[in-house]
Nanobody, 124 residues
């Protein structure tokens, strides 16, 4: 399973680091993505990182503010979020790619293991 953590309440302009830890699940040879969702809206892609950590992909809305990274020795992927704004308020989910050594993807159906989500609330 995947366990997302690190969410919380932060003021606009602040930072948070989310973690996604895998247990009982092969992690190191898979692409991992972060998505977010607010009530009444579609799930939104945030960032993805390939299995080696050598390639990353960001949505335009977070590019330059968020950084995804991974530590395969710890089976953990991180999402460093800086300069947060109220529009970033959402439940954040991490997900593991469906396929081994998968390319980066912003499409949710390319991921088949999802964490339970961690809530990020940014106050103005």
């Amino acid at each position: 399973q995947l366990q997302a953590s690190g969410g919380g309440l932060v003021q606009a302009g602040g930072s948070l680091r989310l973690s996604c830890a895998a247990s009982g699940l092969t992690f190191s040879r898979y692409t991992v993505g972060w998505f977010r969702q607010v009530p009444e809206k579609e799930r939104e892609f945030v960032a993805a990182i390939n299995w080696r950590g050598s390639n990353t992909y960001y949505s335009d809305s977070v590019k330059g503010r968020f950084t995804i990274s991974r530590d395969n020795a710890k089976d953990t992927v991180y999402l460093q979020m800086n300069n947060l704004g109220p529009v970033d308020t959402a439940v954040y989910y991490c997900a593991r790619s469906r396929n081994y050594l998968a390319p980066l993807s912003a499409t949710g159906d390319q991921y088949n293991y999802w964490g339970q989500g961690t809530l990020v609330t940014v106050s103005s």
